[in-house]
């Protein structure tokens, strides 16, 4: 079992559609939750961090932690074009010592 | 203030060549590390520093691996007797303290011929 799991898509929205993504985790000692967005040839770029259960809302983006679900979701409102990228999730927890793990990344198509 | 910046952007060895990849972390980051990245996958762990010492180096997949940082700040990432295997994006990113955010370099692609 992968130490971090996303579904690798393609998922396509059509503009101005809330777009989901998911990321499921193995360590239940995981304690910090990342999101980051890598454009076609560019490097990860951080886009949330969330460490409690619950949501946390930045701009249009807004990451859900459940921690007893092993779970956690980013959501963006208003889907932009621009959005169209892939995005990884990121987990580090004590029984991961300080690695983080990521996932292989959700592929995001926002169609104008 | 700058970002993580990495050196070469890009690389063409030839197979049993020696390279190395030079990372300069963003100015106060404590922990560094190296990941590897290959086409439609996720960023791979290779190795993390907290100041000089590498604090784990697990994910170097053999001793042709070897990484070192020692003044704490700049790191290189070399590599001994390149296989075509080895090409991939080489990622470095620092954080201000292990296990907080990590922000990334641009990356160094490394193509073993």
């Known amino acids: 079992q992968k130490e971090v799991e996303q579904n690798s898509g393609p998922l396509s929205v059509p503009e101005g559609a809330i777009a989901s993504l998911n990321c499921t985790y193995s360590?239940?000692?995981?304690?910090?939750f990342f999101w980051y967005r890598q454009y076609s040839g560019k490097s990860p770029e951080l886009i949330m961090s969330i460490y409690s259960n619950g949501d946390k809302e930045d701009g249009r983006f807004t990451a859900q932690l459940n921690k007893a679900s092993q779970y956690v979701s980013l959501l963006i409102r208003d889907s932009q074009p621009s959005d169209s990228a892939t995005y990884l999730c990121a987990v580090n927890g004590p029984n991961t010592g300080n690695q983080f793990y990521f996932g292989t990344g959700t592929s995001l198509t926002v169609i104008p | 203030g700058a970002g993580v910046s990495q050196t070469p952007s890009n690389k063409v060895t030839e197979k049993g060549k020696y390279v190395e990849l030079r990372c300069d972390p963003i100015?106060?980051?404590?922990?560094l590390y190296w990941y590897r990245q290959s086409l439609g996958q996720g960023p791979e762990f290779l190795i993390y520093f907290q100041g000089t010492g590498a604090a784990d180096d697990s994910g170097l997949p053999n001793d042709r691996f070897f990484a070192v940082r020692p003044e704490g700040s700049v790191s290189t990432l070399k590599i001994q007797r390149t296989e075509r295997g080895d090409s991939a994006v080489y990622l470095c990113?620092?954080?201000?303290?292990?296990?907080?955010?990590?922000?990334f370099g641009p990356g160094t692609r490394l193509t073993v011929l």
């Open positions: 990113a620092s954080s201000l303290t292990p296990a907080q955010e990590q922000f």
């Open positions: 100015s106060g980051h404590t922990a």
């Open positions: 360590d239940r000692g995981s304690q910090s």
